[in-house]
């Protein structure tokens, strides 16, 4: 699957919120900085955003790292430490480089191979493998370069420049002065972790714990973390350089029991009494919410907290336990548009959508079908571009999940590749276990979680694990990305039977209607009515709305009703590319009934067929969101409203509801709902 771009509205936004903690208000003044989490499920554009931070952040002291990459490469957090420090010493243009000596010399220390028992012998040790290869040398370049070279490859091939900063007297010809500049950074690297020991002594009792047990490799982890922090905080202490610029580290995948270790490590270091401020400011991406991370305190993160993120559409992380935590937004209508305007601009003048406003209609489409998903919306676009010139849009927008995924550089043809779906849903549904997956195209023909899980009809043959597994991560199957391929495939498999077949979901899910107890009669009439229309009962559907028409309801219960209903799922029709006006034509025919039943009949399928504008009440359930890509129908919309308006009987009330909604589909028509 294709990358997804970022530089986003949303990411420019994260940016803003980043960028006035990285820069430092007062040059060598370090205020406290906050451990940012983004949380987001797969697909939701983490990885690419992390990288749009980082690339963004390169002109600065700064580190990224990918956890789950490092621990399937059976990193520990020494490794992760070491990288860390590794990159944050890389020279940047006016900024003064960082160095790491008490970190360095910890390490090295660790990494050492003192095995006697004696502490007398094993100072000895660590200090003749430390000053290895001084003795009987004179100190010129050459001598001093091989010097640094042996303890590298002693200790384990650290970085040669980082060997040479641990013995800052070397330089100079006076043995004692060597040893004296090794006794004092030994000082140094004792001080930072907090203990009041100095000398080689120190460095060996580091040692034992690091090749002890887990508990007190913990121990040390902790040491050697408190050194890398210590070096951080006394580069910028000095008064000498005034540093302008903290330092910007991404975590990719924390998520993990190394991502866990990492975020104690630095949060508990920072909750220290009267620890000073480093200058980290940290940005994490996980799939988990906060609760499941050590680093979080437990805390968990509410609907309200992801909408106050956005609050004023600007970024502002909430503070939850210990870390500020945002999630990752959808894109929006804006943000797809323009990256649908992107493929066009992409794409020869006689490829182009016969429309006027191709890129808003593009983008209007895509919004429909994936809400602004990053990786659904990705994929489907990319899909897009690799049709054949020739290709009429509709078709591409019809067949675009049946679209081989593009094929890697270096392997022939497209066979055995999977569709562009099969490769969107793995992403979707990343986070479900194989048997949860094959269930989930059955539980999408509810109109929500709540409704599926209370079908028993539905869960015919499914384990109780899978059930369960349902109540706390099924609900990614109502995202619409996921519900509308999930919907194709359960229209696709033929040979099912029961609840897995696309009747008999639906057919079971309005039995469970029926059998609810204290679902009040016009509810489970309604329920029932979305599931019969599901099944392409036309009638059934509108009878039920003509039962209801006003004066019995309200006008404006009985347009939620209405709008409830159209977002019943339609199939497929076995993949047959139809115009919208064809569609209708076909689904309304000449429907009995009187002047009131006729006008619902044409009104209930139009809108089963089309999008609906943002100011729907139910404007964020799912609909087809292909099946009127030019908004044809919308002209029949109004016109049909108009006819509702005129029906005798109703009251003004219900007159003015309707008129209202004829206006909003007339503007929307001229206007173009793109």
Known sequence: ???????????????????????????????????????????????????????????????????????????????????????????????????????????????????????????????????????????????????IEGVATAVGGLPVAWIAQILPGITFARRFRARWGLHRRIGHAAAAVGTPRAGAGFLVRAN??????????????????????????????????????????????????????????????????GAAPDPLLVVAAARRAPGELIGAGGATVSPSDDAASWAG??????????????????????????????????????????????????GWNVYA???????????????????????????????????????????????????????????LLADCDTGLRRVLPRTAAAASHVQAEAAPGLWAGVSGSQQRAFATDGEVAFHPAARYLLLRRLDEDRNARGAASWDGAHTALGAAALEEEGASGESTGRTLAYHSLARGDLAAAADYLRGRFPPVTPADAWCRDLSYLQRAPARWHEGRIEPAEDRYERLVGDPPGDEARRAVVRLLAAGWITAHPGSDPYARLYEDPFGDPFAELYDDIAHEFRNLRDIRGIGAAARAVFAAKAREYDELYRGKPW
């Open 1 to 147: 699957m294709p990358e997804w771009p970022g530089r986003s509205a949303r990411d420019r936004r994260i940016l803003t919120y980043l960028g006035s903690r990285l820069i430092l208000d007062d040059p060598g003044v370090v205020v406290p900085l906050p451990a940012v989490l983004l949380l987001g499920p797969r697909g939701s554009g983490k990885t690419t955003t992390l990288g749009v931070v980082a690339e963004w952040g390169r002109a600065h002291p700064c580190a990224g790292l990918d956890l789950e990459a490092m621990r399937r490469g059976g990193a520990t957090v020494f490794d992760v430490l070491v990288d860390l420090a590794f990159q944050l010493q890389e020279h940047k243009e006016g900024f003064r480089p960082l160095h790491f000596p008490s970190f360095t010399l910890l390490l090295m220390s660790l990494r050492a191979s003192v095995e006697t028992e004696d502490m007398d012998r094993a100072v000895r040790e660590m200090r003749a493998l430390l000053l290895q290869g001084l003795s009987g040398q004179g100190y010129d370049p050459e001598s001093l370069e091989s010097f």
């Open 208 to 273: 034992r714990l690091y090749h002890g047990d887990p508990v007190q490799r913990r121990r040390v982890e902790g040491m050697l973390f408190a050194a890398f922090r210590a070096d951080l905080v006394a580069a910028y202490a000095t008064t000498r350089h005034r540093r302008t610029s903290a330092c910007l580290i991404t975590l990719d995948n924390v998520d993990t029991e190394l991502g866990d270790a990492l975020l104690e490590l630095l949060l508990a270091a920072r909750e220290e009494p």
């Open 313 to 362: 559409g600007a970024f502002t992380p909430v503070r939850t336990g210990r870390l500020h935590v945002g999630r990752l937004r959808d894109l929006d209508a804006g943000e797809v548009e323009a990256h649908a305007k992107r493929l066009l601009r992409a794409l020869p003048d006689d490829d182009q959508p016969a429309v006027a406003r191709a890129s808003a209609w593009l």
């Open 369 to 427: 079908a994936t809400r602004g998903h990053p990786a659904a919306t990705g994929a489907l676009l990319d899909a897009l571009g690799r049709f054949p010139a020739a290709t009429p849009w509709k078709e591409r927008l019809e067949r675009w999940p049946q679209l081989p995924v593009r094929p890697v550089p270096g392997r022939d043809g497209t066979g055995g590749l999977p569709t562009v779906a099969e490769s969107v849903l793995d992403v």
